[in-house]
């Protein structure tokens, strides 16, 4: 399997930074927008490096709120107690998740320091101006603007100007509010970043300015940043931790016992890491919902699959990843979701990982069941083959789960 490691890992966190960011089919581009205002107000003012640490700090900087109810934007937009309280932790986990990821434990620096205010009345660590790193500075300006842009849609120059004003020598020093100042008032800038047609071209421009992450060539950068966005992906929903990593483990195994080749094996095990991150824009109120789901709630988490595709379209370099994961939902009579494959016509990683998502889902805690044994998740499995099913992977597989101590 031939993949430029390099591309690879920037285009999956471009991607997961996209997923992040919607919420019930709306796209937000909080992450996206935070990364563009802070590398405009950090150039001529960091080197090339630190110009990338400090992108890749503002496209990452609120996944340690994945977790939250709702999208991160609305505790933010409101400002009070409440909010405040809730989002006291999220940078830590944050920084904590991507100091994981290949090639940013600088950006994870930023990303701790990234709600910390010159005035120390910031948190989590209420640090003054000169313990606060730059580039956090630079992202907690950025995160400033576009929390206005997002709370006041049609808010222009003079009255955007005005607020940022409020908190300047307290939230952030004048020369960054100066220095956002020359970037907003920029020919069109407000309109580009304002505007969610426009967005992604300017995204792709400034992307394409700072550049790529560079990752070691020894190392498996790709697998282990799949198994980071796996975490992310489960954060989303209390109930379904650990569960793209046991899908994953347990494809791994199947691939093995039906003796299938390496590379085969790699993309099984990759998709089985991410089958799930279409979920992440679902509302938790769905997800956590201690009762059966209505129809038109269902119908919603069956979008996930379609999501998940639609996400990973933005990896082209593992569209073969994609089509397994995408597809872990479809039956193998041609009544499963979302296109209504049928048989061979299902990618085979992706029949396997059918198998593994349905009995890591059977054997786990659920908020409206308790979960089975792994012989009693087995009978089940056996009863819908050729249904559900591949009936020949079934075979193959169920001794290998008959025997697993959960």
Known sequence: MKIDPNKTINE?????????????????????????LSAKIAENAAGPQKLKDIFYGGLLHDVGGVEFSHHIIHYLKRQDKASRNLLLSH??????????????????????????????????RSKTQKFIPFGSQVIRMADAIDILLQKWRSIN????????????????????????????????????????????????????????????????????TLEIISQIIDMKHPYTSGHSL???????????????????ITEIKWAGLIHDIGKLSVSRRILDKPTPLTHKEFEI?????????????????????????ANHHEFYDGTGYPLG?????????????????????????????????????????????????????VKQTLPLFRNLAL
């Open 157 to 224: 120059f003079s009255e955007l100007k005005k607020r940022l004003s409020l908190n300047t020598n307290k939230e952030h020093t004048k020369i960054l509010f100066r220095r956002a100042l020359d970037i907003l008032k920029r020919s069109s800038f407000l309109k580009k970043i304002s505007d969610h047609a426009l967005l992604p071209g300017l995204f792709e421009e400034v992307r394409n300015g700072i550049g790529p992450l560079k990752v070691p060539a020894k190392i498996d950068a790709i697998g282990s």
């Open 246 to 264: 046991r899908v994953s483990r347990y494809a791994i195994a199947c691939a093995l016992a039906m003796n299938l080749g390496h590379d085969e």
């Open 301 to 325: 988490i069956k979008q996930h699959p379609y999501l998940t595709r639609k996400i990973m379209d933005m990896t082209p370099s593992l569209q073969d990843i994609t089509s397994v994961a």
């Open 12 to 36: 999956l966190l471009v991607a997961l930074s996209y997923a992040i960011d919607i919420e019930n089919n709306k796209k937000i581009f909080h992450a996206w927008k935070v990364a563009i």
């Open 91 to 124: 940078p830590i986990v944050g920084a904590q998740l991507v100091s994981n990821l290949p090639q940013m434990t600088n950006a994870a620096k930023l990303i701790l320091d990234h709600h910390e205010w010159i005035n120390g009345s910031g948190y989590p």
């Open 341 to 393: 494959l049928k048989g061979n016509e299902i990618p085979r990683g992706a029949r396997i990982l059918s198998i593994c998502d349905a009995f890591d889902a059977m054997t786990s805690n659920r908020p409206y069941r308790n979960p089975l044994t792994p012989q009693q998740a087995c009978r089940e499995i056996e009863k819908h083959a050729g249904t559900q099913f591949d009936a020949e992977i």
